[in-house]
């Protein structure tokens, strides 16, 4: 079982969007697959059309499997389950923070619906906390997206020093350039430059800045569903082949 996390210490830069689809991709290629929304906003829960579960006594939802495994519901997608927003969430990088010395829950509780799932992939809100922390632990790869922006690029240097800071393995993230612009040479040169000074670590697929990833919301569907060979649909599917590719272990 591999767990993907996507994430980022910046809000709006296609988390949601990248797991989303990610997830449906990956379903659609054989894996069977758990979206975890994390984010209390649940956007991905949105967008597969799940409502969020119903408020669970925090403190013992990640130790409680039977909850755990209660609380997901399929998808419209065949191999696709997701594991609905739950407004606790918000409380559980503070439960974490109470459990120092128990880090490994999440992962306990994940290796836990293991055998159900090849791939689990989890939507995570925007900042660096207990949650994170735990997060880059279990994840055997975390996707991060970067708009090849000045902004982006330092947030995610900023990013790469936090894990050099924790004793986090740097090989674990995996960045690729999202909602990029080529036709704006800000977006190009960006590019360049990071892919030059963080070598090996971009990903070659690159996810285009594309009305059809907008128009999720309206549809409430991944995009594949519905654009699958327009240049985004193109493009997850690509990112999906070269995460799977990267050896994800
Ligand atoms: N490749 C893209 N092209 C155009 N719009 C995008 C793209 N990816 C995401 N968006 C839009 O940008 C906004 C933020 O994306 P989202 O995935 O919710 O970011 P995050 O989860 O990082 O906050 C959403 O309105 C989404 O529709
Ligand atoms: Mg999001």
Same mark, same amino acid.
């Given at each position: 079982?591999?767990?993907? +996390? ?10 949601? =969007? ?18 975890c929304d994390l984010d209390p906003q649940g =956007? !991905? !829960? ?6 969020p579960s119903k408020k669970l006594d925090e403190a013992r939802f990640f130790e409680d499997v039977a909850r755990f495994t209660k609380a997901?519901? +399929? ?8 594991l609905p927003a739950n407004m606790s969430f918000r409380d559980f990088d503070v439960f974490l923070a109470r459990m120092?010395?128990k880090r !490994?829950r999440l992962?306990k509780a994940l #290796? +836990?619906?293991?055998? %159900? ?5 989890? %939507?995570?809100p925007?900042?660096?906390s207990a949650l #994170?922390?735990n997060v ?48 704006? #040479? ?25 009305? %059809? ?11 594949? #569903?519905? =654009? ?8 997850? +599917? ?12």
């Amino acid at each position: 079982m591999e767990v993907i +996390a996507c994430y980022s210490n910046k809000g709006g830069v296609g988390k949601t =969007a990248t797991s989303v689809n990610l997830a449906h991709a990956l379903a659609e290629g054989g894996k069977r697959v758990l979206l975890c929304d994390l984010d209390p906003q649940g =956007a !991905s !829960s949105f967008y597969f059309r799940v409502k969020p579960s119903k408020k669970l006594d925090e403190a013992r939802f990640f130790e409680d499997v039977a909850r755990f495994t209660k609380a997901i519901r +399929a998808s419209d997608f065949e191999r696709l389950d997701i594991l609905p927003a739950n407004m606790s969430f918000r409380d559980f990088d503070v439960f974490l923070a109470r459990m120092r010395n128990k880090r !490994s829950r999440l992962k306990k509780a994940l #290796s +836990a619906v293991g055998n %159900d799932y090849d791939v689990i992939v989890l %939507d995570c809100p925007p900042n660096i906390s207990a949650l #994170s922390e735990n997060v880059f632990k279990a994840a055997n790869r975390i996707i991060v997206p970067v708009i090849p922006t000045t902004l982006s690029a330092r947030t995610f240097e900023q990013l790469v020093e936090f894990f050099d800071e924790h004793g986090l393995r740097r090989r674990k993230l995996a960045p690729f350039f999202s909602m990029v612009e080529t036709r704006k #040479s800000l977006h190009t040169d960006t590019m360049k430059e990071m892919r030059a000074r963080y070598r090996k670590l971009f990903l070659e697929s690159t996810i285009p800045f594309s009305a %059809d990833v907008e128009r999720m919301g309206l549809k409430r569907a991944p995009v594949r #569903s519905y =654009a699958a060979k327009k240049p985004a649909g193109r493009a997850y +599917a690509a990112l999906y082949k070269e995460v799977l590719g990267s050896g994800v272990k």
